[in-house]
Every structure is written in structure tokens, then in C-alpha cells.
């Protein structure tokens, strides 16, 4: 097999079956994920990008049924939140909202040296977590151990003035990021006890699987949206799929036709009718 380049620069040798495995988990069937992986597998030649290889999936998948290619899409559509984390803060805040925590964002806590603005601040009944996120427009961008080392200092502070005062400790410390962590990061964060979310890390509870069962999908994955609405929608606040079903009206703001919203929401009720595939 060719080898292809990687988005963060590496080379690796192209396995269609691991492209094949990805289409199955973004929801296509067996005989459509076979199809597609041979039919793109004929087209990949040597020093081949990978996000090339990526866009001719997306199409043939779009062609069959366009709620899996947007779940397909689903780490690009992360990409296209930015250019400020904010969205993407806000993002986050949905999925711990329907996994049943209450939160705040981007609140002023208190440590023993220094106050720290968290990102995320959530509670569900006794339990207590905080949340530093880190976004990145770049997919082969990877969060390194020296965010890693700043982030366990911030919690350290912190859990430092709760011990020493009578205010409730936070028992949970998470480093969140739309990307990848370094090997680094990692193994720093297992020996130091912070926690980490990303792009397929850790094994359960990474963050693909945390959009896929709360059904919270960046409202960037819609494919009949233009770069432009999608910008003007995270604008209004509405960042998710499950957002604009409850705030629809947004979509007469930006002066769509009733039959285009009509599409527009029911590629969105497909979208997040798909059954989880964990």
C-alpha cells in the first residue's frame, strides 16, 4: 500500500480497512463502507494527503445519505467552530448540560495564590468538575505536556485554597481538546492524576463518543448549510444541531426560504435520530 501523509506531517502506509471501519462508525451500512473504501482506495497514490483522501470519501458518502456523511465529517466540523474557542466552550457546555450536570462557563474561582477563570465549571448533585479547554483550527495540531503542566498547576491552586478554606472541593480536573494530545501530554496527565478528553482519547469517554451519545453535534456538520449561515448561526449562539431545532426561527433571521429550512432541519432530525455506534 502507498503511504500518505498524515495531518500532522507523519507518513503512515494507507489501510482501507481502516477506512472502512471509519465509515461503519460514522453509521453507513456494510456493503455501502466496502464500497467506498474500494472505490477510494483505487484513487490513493503515493504522498497522497490524507485530508484528500478524507474529501473523496465524504463525497460518495454524501451522495448515499448526507446525516452519516455530516457524522463522518464530524472532526472537520469541529475545526470550522473557530476561529475563537468561545464556540467551542460553549459546545462542551452542551454536552455536560445533557449528561446531566448543571454548568457554568468561564467562571472566576478562586485559588490560594491567584482567582483562575475555568472554563467549565459543572456540578451534578455532591459532584464537582472544572474544564480548561484547548481549541485548535489545525486537525494535526496536538495540545502538548506543557499545556498539560499549566493546566495541573491552575487545579493545583485551586484544590490548594479549597483545602485550606470551608468552600466544596472540585474533585474533577479535565484537559479538553477538539484534537489530539501528545504521547508526552499523556503520559504526564496518567502519572500526574489530570484528566484528559480529545479526539479519540481516552479509549472510552473520548470526545467522538461523548458528541455521539448525547447527540450534540456541532451545527457545522450540516452539509446544506453554507460556510457563511453556519458562521451567522455560531454568532446568534447556536452552536449544536439540538440547538436550532429549539431556536428554528433563527433560520427565518437569515432569510431562508420555508422550503430551505425545511431542509436544513430535516437533514438535522436525521442527523440526530442515527443511532449511537457504542
Wanted: hydrophobic residues 40%; contains cysteine.
Amino acid at each position: 500500500m502507498p503511504e500518505i501523509i498524515k495531518a500532522g506531517g507523519n507518513k503512515e502506509k494507507f489501510d482501507p480497512e481502516r477506512l472502512r471501519a471509519s465509515l461503519i462508525r460514522a453509521g453507513a451500512g456494510e456493503y455501502t463502507a466496502q464500497h467506498i473504501a474500494d472505490s477510494v482506495s483505487k484513487t490513493v497514490r503515493e504522498g497522497m494527503h490524507s485530508r484528500d483522501i478524507y474529501r473523496r470519501a465524504f463525497t460518495l458518502l454524501r451522495k448515499e445519505t448526507r446525516p452519516v456523511a455530516a457524522r463522518y465529517a464530524l472532526r472537520r466540523a469541529l475545526l470550522e467552530l473557530g476561529p475563537s474557542g468561545h464556540p467551542f466552550e460553549d459546545f462542551m457546555a452542551r454536552i455536560f448540560e445533557k449528561e446531566g450536570w448543571k454548568v457554568e462557563w468561564r467562571k472566576m474561582l478562586q485559588g490560594v495564590c491567584v482567582p483562575h477563570e475555568v472554563d467549565v465549571y459543572a456540578h451534578k448533585g455532591p459532584a464537582t468538575l472544572v474544564a480548561e479547554l484547548k481549541y485548535h483550527n489545525t486537525a494535526g495540531y496536538k495540545t502538548d505536556v506543557k499545556v498539560a503542566l499549566y493546566v495541573k498547576a491552575r487545579f493545583d491552586d485551586l484544590w490548594s485554597y479549597a483545602e485550606k478554606t470551608s468552600i466544596p472541593k472540585v474533585e474533577r480536573g479535565l484537559l479538553i481538546t477538539n484534537t489530539k494530545f501528545t504521547s508526552q501530554a499523556i503520559a504526564y496527565a496518567n502519572c500526574a492524576g489530570l484528566e484528559l478528553m480529545g479526539w479519540g482519547y481516552p479509549e472510552n469517554g473520548n470526545l467522538y463518543e461523548r458528541i455521539c451519545r448525547t447527540r450534540v453535534y456541532p451545527i457545522t456538520t450540516l452539509t446544506y448549510l453554507k460556510k457563511a449561515e453556519k458562521k451567522l448561526l455560531i454568532d446568534k449562539g447556536v452552536v449544536s444541531c439540538d440547538m436550532l431545532r429549539e431556536r428554528r426561527e433563527v433560520l427565518r433571521s437569515l432569510h431562508m426560504t420555508p422550503q430551505r429550512i425545511g431542509t436544513i432541519l430535516a437533514e438535522a432530525d436525521a442527523l440526530l435520530a442515527l443511532p449511537h455506534p457504542y
